[in-house]
């Protein structure tokens, strides 16, 4: 199982309209609205690290309002 946490800023005003969107992408496990640096955090869970980045890179990355996003990949240790 592969666990990546996405840090999304997006551009002003468009906060809600793409935490609304993060609800239709199959793999996010849950998102939370911030106050700080980013604006929202997503958790993404897949089978594996090629369905996570594949979701980030295809998925959540071109929803419209999207400014900027630092990605997070857990590490089994």
Same mark, same amino acid.
């Given at each position: /199982? &592969? !666990?990546?946490? !996405?840090?999304? @800023?997006t551009?002003?005003?468009?906060e +809600?309209? #793409?935490f $609304?969107?993060?609800? $239709? !992408?199959?793999?996010?496990?849950?998102?939370?609205? %911030?106050?700080? =640096?980013?604006?929202i !955090? &997503?958790?993404? +869970? &897949?089978?594996? =690290? $090629? /369905? %996570? @980045?594949?979701?980030? #890179?295809?998925?959540i990355?071109?929803i419209?309002?999207i400014?900027? @996003?630092? @990605? %997070?990949?857990? &590490? =089994? %240790?």
């Amino acid at each position: /199982m &592969a !666990i990546g946490f !996405i840090l999304i @800023t997006t551009e002003p005003g468009k906060e +809600q309209d #793409v935490f $609304s969107q993060l609800d $239709s !992408i199959e793999y996010v496990t849950n998102h939370w609205m %911030l106050f700080g =640096e980013y604006d929202i !955090i &997503a958790r993404i +869970q &897949a089978d594996d =690290e $090629s /369905m %996570l @980045t594949t979701t980030i #890179v295809e998925k959540i990355r071109p929803i419209p309002g999207i400014q900027d @996003t630092k @990605t %997070l990949i857990g &590490a =089994e %240790l």
